[in-house]
């Protein structure tokens, strides 16, 4: 299965922008053969803390009908971070678009500490199928936790795909860690 991995330059703020920035990608995806897109955490807004109540949508929003529609006419699941609301609450989530399914929305689980004051957690581990490829989510933080991958583990995933937003000059140590985690790490 190809798949790609893709950080977008996000605009702080600017959800038009970055849509524009995300449907660019997924256009150069789909004419590599890609039949899964993963995105870094909170792609649609940029990782904005200070601004994620004002910038938080529902998960309905007619916002998201275009990748509904890209993820069926090319065949390829689509998945980018987007703060969402749930009734007071702001959450760190990840929207999963399938062909010919409906969306499916998976919220970080563990918050960092500087996460705290801004956003809930989720509370739920979910697994979707990309070409027979059981897949678990995971956003950033949660991705360093052994618990979190463990239960993927558990629940049968056969790839675990972390959504993380890294400085440039940070990506070196997280290329380092994430290899030792897939080295080490035994989807069966």
Same mark, same amino acid.
């Given at each position: 299965?190809?798949? %790609?991995? *893709?950080? $977008?330059?996000?605009?702080?703020?600017?959800?038009? #922008?970055?849509? %524009?920035? /995300?449907?660019? =990608? $997924?256009?150069?995806?789909?004419?590599?053969?890609?039949?899964?897109?993963?995105?870094?955490?909170?792609?649609?807004?940029?990782? +904005?803390?200070?601004?994620?109540?004002?910038?938080? *949508?529902?998960?309905?929003?007619?916002?998201?009908?275009?990748?509904?529609?890209?993820?069926?006419?090319?065949?390829?699941?689509?998945?980018?971070?987007?703060?969402?609301?749930?009734?007071?609450?702001?959450?760190?989530?990840?929207?999963?678009?399938?062909?010919?399914?409906?969306?499916?929305?998976? &919220?970080?689980?563990?918050? /960092? #500490?500087? +996460?705290?004051?801004?956003?809930? #957690?989720?509370? +739920?581990? $979910?697994?979707?199928?990309?070409?027979?490829?059981?897949?678990?989510?995971?956003?950033?933080? +949660?991705?360093?936790?052994?618990? /979190?991958? !463990?239960?993927?583990?558990? !629940?049968? %995933?056969?790839?675990? %795909? @972390?959504?993380? @937003?890294?400085?440039?000059?940070? *990506?070196?140590?997280? /290329? =380092?860690?994430?290899? !030792? &985690?897939?080295?080490?790490? $035994?989807?069966?």
């Amino acid at each position: 299965m190809n798949l %790609a991995i *893709v950080q $977008i330059r996000s605009e702080k703020g600017n959800i038009p #922008k970055n849509i %524009a920035l /995300h449907k660019k =990608a $997924i256009s150069e995806a789909t004419s590599e053969r890609v039949k899964f897109i993963l995105f870094s955490e909170l792609s649609l807004t940029g990782y +904005e803390p200070k601004l994620a109540s004002k910038l938080a *949508v529902h998960s309905s929003s007619i916002l998201f009908k275009d990748f509904e529609m890209l993820s069926t006419h090319h065949d390829i699941t689509i998945a980018f971070g987007t703060p969402l609301k749930k009734g007071t609450d702001v959450q760190i989530g990840m929207l999963i678009f399938r062909p010919n399914h409906q969306k499916l929305q998976y &919220i970080k689980q563990y918050l /960092h #500490k500087d +996460e705290l004051p801004y956003f809930a #957690k989720g509370d +739920e581990q $979910i697994l979707f199928s990309v070409k027979n490829y059981s897949i678990a989510s995971a956003i950033c933080y +949660e991705s360093i936790l052994p618990n /979190h991958i !463990k239960n993927a583990c558990d !629940k049968g %995933a056969k790839l675990y %795909a @972390a959504s993380v @937003a890294k400085s440039r000059d940070n *990506v070196r140590n997280a /290329h =380092a860690y994430y290899s !030792k &985690i897939a080295k080490n790490t $035994i989807f069966l």
